[in-house]
């Protein structure tokens, strides 16, 4: 298919998101949550679904939905309610589903995403939230006997997930591309992971993303017919997989064919999405207020409680980093991934340090050894301050970069005063003529055959008296020092 083609569509994309929220218990029971167990070891008659038992709503999901919510810049609802959702499925003991319908606990919010063109230019939207709801999750099914489902010689149900607490986040139609999409689903999993309410986790299904996606010419307003897909757990598989729809949707218009109302998986293997089954509508599940718990109502009072708990999120730190501490937009996104991170950096800044020098170590070789050493920032040994002194140190010239970058391991293995380190080792910095000019004539009388080399006009030997100067010294030579004064030397 040609560009052309492409560029008269116009892709139209909105997400659903099911958070696992991350209490210890489910949601209606005692069970508990923890992922891995063996089969059916966390259930009871409550999640089991057994006649004659009540459900009771576990207060830590109230909490976490509404923190989600004002969060995500939703209306909290002063009162709303629980809805059967009936479908008849074998990891579904009760063959309903106890969820929220026409009253969702929060509603009409906004998102902001910031992602780089295809430039590489950032820019940043607003997405809409349309709503975000309460409701427990299913079991499992396990096929046994075969990979294909279809050929499976018979089902396994593991009903340790059913009950688990979701809270499901529905996006306004505004995502206009792959890339797009899973900016949006990272943005998502940056917020409630700074929230703690959800640990993210794709791969165990603790975030988990369907995507409805329809595409038109540009210029319509009407909505084409709408495809959903499921299926792909990671954000590099939502991108391709809405690129791979989009396309397909175009070439089957372009072909004069018509689309289905349908949901399709991503299969991973082949890089395509594949027919799974027409889509039900909301009149199918014949939804019902749920008659065994109480509506739930909240005093502005509760919410307000709520809101003054919210950490700083990861866009407004973005924001504050570019605007107020003059970072770039890339490295301030690589900063506010994690909480954790943005955290570090912060007390390293506060500490004194310069923002963009703090930025650097932190977002470069501090990365780069946590990764080889499979650590976390939250248990590293060199504290903010140490790293505040340390940028300290070169800053002041007390330290060459190079000598910083030699220290850095020791350091943030075992923490402890970087000034206290570079004393005890003489590792600082000289930056005396005299002393260095010595050095100089030194390097000089053991290389006479390379200065005789450099005066009859080989002059990029000059680097090579740098390096034998830093080498000689360790490191400690003022270089721009040693610079100025091996060019007198060796001047005509
Ligand atoms: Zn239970």
């Not at 070169?394 to 206290?420: D, M, V, Y």
Request: net charge negative; proline share 6%; glycine share 8%.
């Amino acid at each position: 298919m040609t560009a052309s083609i492409t560029t008269r569509y116009e892709t139209i994309i909105g997400l659903e998101i099911h958070c696992q929220l991350g209490t210890a218990t489910k949601i209606f029971c005692g069970c508990s949550t923890a992922f891995g167990a063996p089969p059916n070891t966390q259930v009871c008659p409550i999640c089991l679904g057994h006649p004659g038992v009540l459900p009771v709503l576990n207060e830590q999901v109230l909490a976490f939905a509404v923190q989600t919510g004002l969060a995500l810049n939703c209306t909290i609802a002063p009162y709303s309610k629980f809805d059967r959702k009936q479908y008849f499925y074998p990891d579904l003991p009760k063959n309903y589903q106890i969820s929220q319908y026409d009253l969702p606990i929060a509603a009409n919010g906004w998102l902001e995403i910031e992602s780089p063109d295809e430039q590489g230019k950032f820019y940043r939207k607003r997405v809409t939230i349309q709503r975000l709801h309460m409701e427990e999750d299913a079991g499992k099914l396990v096929h046994a006997g075969a990979e294909r489902l279809s050929g499976s010689d018979y089902s396994l149900v593991d009903f340790n997930r059913a009950g688990v607490p979701l809270c499901e986040i529905v996006s306004g139609p505004d995502l206009r591309s792959g890339a797009e999409a899973a900016e949006y689903a990272q943005e998502l999993r940056r917020i409630v992971r700074y929230l703690g309410v959800c640990d993210g986790n794709m791969q165990e299904g603790s975030l988990r993303c369907d995507v409805n996606i329809s595409v038109r010419p540009v210029g319509e307003t009407r909505f084409g017919t709408k495809v959903e897909i499921k299926n792909m757990n990671s954000f590099n598989a939502i991108q391709r997989a809405i690129d791979y729809e989009a396309k397909r949707q175009i070439t089957a218009l372009e072909n004069g064919e018509r689309l289905v109302q349908e949901t399709r998986l991503w299969d991973e293997a082949s890089q395509r999405t594949v027919s799974m089954r027409t889509k039900e509508g909301a009149s199918d599940y014949r939804y019902f207020p749920e008659p065994d718990l109480p509506p739930i109502q909240l005093t502005p009072d509760q919410i307000e409680h709520w809101r003054s708990h919210l950490p700083e999120l990861p866009a407004t730190k973005r924001h504050r980093y570019q605007e107020e501490l003059g970072l770039s937009p890339y490295d301030s996104r690589v900063l506010t991934d994690e909480r954790a991170m943005a955290e570090y950096f912060e007390g390293t800044v506060a500490c004194g340090a310069d923002p963009k020098l703090a930025s650097n170590w932190i977002t470069g070789d501090i990365t780069a050894w946590l990764k080889t050493q499979k650590q976390d920032i939250r248990s590293l040994a060199c504290r903010p301050s140490d790293l505040a002194e340390l940028i300290g140190l070169i800053q002041a010239g007390t330290i060459s970069g190079k000598i910083a970058k030699e220290l850095l391991p020791e350091l943030l293995a075992n923490g402890g005063s970087p000034r206290a380190l570079v004393e005890a080792r003489g590792l600082t910095q000289v930056s005396d003529p005299e002393l260095i000019g010595q050095w100089i004539d030194e390097v000089f009388a053991a290389h006479p055959q390379e200065l005789s080399q450099y005066r009859s006009g080989k002059t990029k030997l000059f680097g090579f008296f740098v390096g034998k100067v830093m080498q000689k010294t360790g490191g400690r030579a003022d270089p721009q020092r040693t610079n100025e004064l091996l060019k007198q030397k060796l001047a005509p």
